[in-house]
């Protein structure tokens, strides 16, 4: 897959066949529109375009909420759509000027200039440019005149996807990860890097890797213990690299995972802390992913540390026939 930042250094695409949207998730229902947009492709031996934007728009709009938790981060979501046989993304810088842009100004100025469109597939309620002004109609009217095609993702797709992304965020808050990994149709996975912790895991026989989690817009589960699976993961210079990552081939370690306030330590921060099963290899400062396989348990406080290292070998037992019934159920990019 081909990535681009400046829209002003595109290629002439073949036969352009483009879609537009943020693909938080890239779940099962946007799954099915990269196939609707593979399809036409295929079609008429053109390409597939997808426009995104960066940083979410709603961080730039004014009166728009700048509180955003996201399914993914850019370079995931460019790992997903790479994994879903995707030609070409365009990443879009979302600027104020940008969104100055009025309607008939973003696809004259936008859409046409720059990306000469065979085929554009978009959804009835699209909305751009100014005032969010533009819709599907304007596009029509553009198509009669201009002579590319417009094809209109079904509303019942639409429905499906804007519900799926609300479901899949609150189940991962509420750490029901079954009905959020069914959704997405892969394993939900975030990336830490390892830092130095207390050490206190050790002291009991279940040493843990402390993960600081580096985007702040990303979307955490909540409090609990988790059947996780584990990989290391390039520092990548760049998102151009993202796409080429091994995070869905490279060696991955069963493991377990706490996430929320350890109560029977201390409880006066939240961690996420990973005991990765019969490894005991230096990571400090490398950048783990962790894909969230199942939750276990609530976030509990014991007695003490030995009341809590006998719970820990429940946890593993558990962690290690979850993961065994998991097995090959959900992978990235199939």
């Known amino acids: 897959m081909h990535i681009y930042k400046n829209t002003d250094l595109l290629p002439a695409?073949?036969?352009?066949?483009?879609?537009?949207?943020?693909?938080?998730?890239v779940h099962t229902g946007h799954q099915?529109?990269?196939?609707?947009?593979?399809?036409?492709?295929?079609?008429?031996d053109g390409e597939t375009v997808i426009i995104t934007f960066h940083p979410h728009p709603r961080k730039i709009v004014k009166g728009a909420t700048a509180d955003i938790r996201l399914l993914n981060t850019l370079r995931e979501k460019i790992e997903l759509l790479s994994w879903n046989g995707i030609d070409h993304l365009v990443i879009v810088p979302f600027t104020e000027a940008f969104s100055q842009l009025?309607?008939?100004?973003?696809?004259?100025?936008?859409?046409?200039?720059?990306?000469?469109?065979?085929?554009?597939?978009?959804?009835?309620?699209?909305?751009?440019?100014?005032?969010?002004?533009?819709?599907?109609?304007?596009?029509?009217?553009?198509?009669?005149?201009?002579?590319?095609?417009?094809?209109?993702?079904?509303?019942?797709?639409l429905n499906?996807?804007?519900?799926?992304?609300?479901?899949?965020?609150?189940?991962?808050?509420?750490?029901?990860?079954?009905?959020a990994n069914r959704l997405l149709g892969y394993d939900f996975f975030f990336a830490g890097r390892v830092v130095e912790g207390n050490k206190l895991g050790r002291t009991i026989g279940y040493p843990t890797a402390n993960l600081q989690v580096e985007d702040a817009e990303k979307l955490i589960p909540g409090d609990g213990v988790y059947a996780?699976?584990?990989?290391?993961?390039?520092?990548?210079?760049?998102?151009?690299?993202?796409?080429?990552?091994?995070?869905?081939?490279a060696t991955r370690w069963k493991g377990m995972m706490n996430i929320g306030m350890r109560p029977?330590?201390?409880?006066?921060?939240?961690?996420?802390?990973?005991?990765?099963?019969?490894?005991?290899?230096?990571?400090?400062?490398?950048?783990?992913?962790?894909?969230?396989?199942k939750h276990l348990r609530g976030e509990q406080k014991f007695a003490g540390l030995d009341?809590?290292?006998?719970?820990?070998?429940?946890?593993?037992?558990?962690?290690?026939?979850?993961?065994?019934?998991?097995?090959?159920?959900?992978?990235?990019?199939?």
């Open 13 to 25: 695409f073949r036969r352009a066949v483009i879609t537009i949207g943020t693909f938080d998730g």
């Open 32 to 44: 099915q529109i990269l196939e609707q947009l593979r399809q036409e492709a295929a079609r008429i």
């Open 102 to 157: 009025t309607a008939e100004q973003y696809v004259k100025e936008f859409l046409l200039e720059k990306f000469h469109p065979h085929t554009i597939i978009i959804g009835y309620d699209h909305q751009f440019g100014k005032g969010r002004k533009g819709d599907y109609h304007l596009l029509e009217d553009f198509s009669r005149q201009e002579g590319f095609r417009l094809q209109e993702i079904p509303v019942h797709l």
């Open 160 to 179: 499906e996807i804007s519900v799926s992304s609300t479901r899949i965020r609150e189940a991962i808050t509420r750490a029901d990860l079954d009905t």
């Open 228 to 249: 996780v699976e584990a990989a290391e993961i390039p520092d990548w210079e760049d998102d151009s690299t993202a796409a080429a990552a091994p995070g869905n081939s």
């Open 264 to 293: 029977t330590v201390d409880g006066t921060r939240r961690v996420i802390e990973v005991n990765i099963f019969d490894f005991n290899s230096d990571i400090y400062g490398r950048l783990l992913r962790v894909f969230v396989k």
């Open 307 to 334: 009341a809590l290292k006998q719970q820990l070998a429940k946890d593993k037992v558990a962690a290690e026939e979850s993961l065994k019934l998991l097995a090959d159920s959900y992978k990235p990019g199939t």
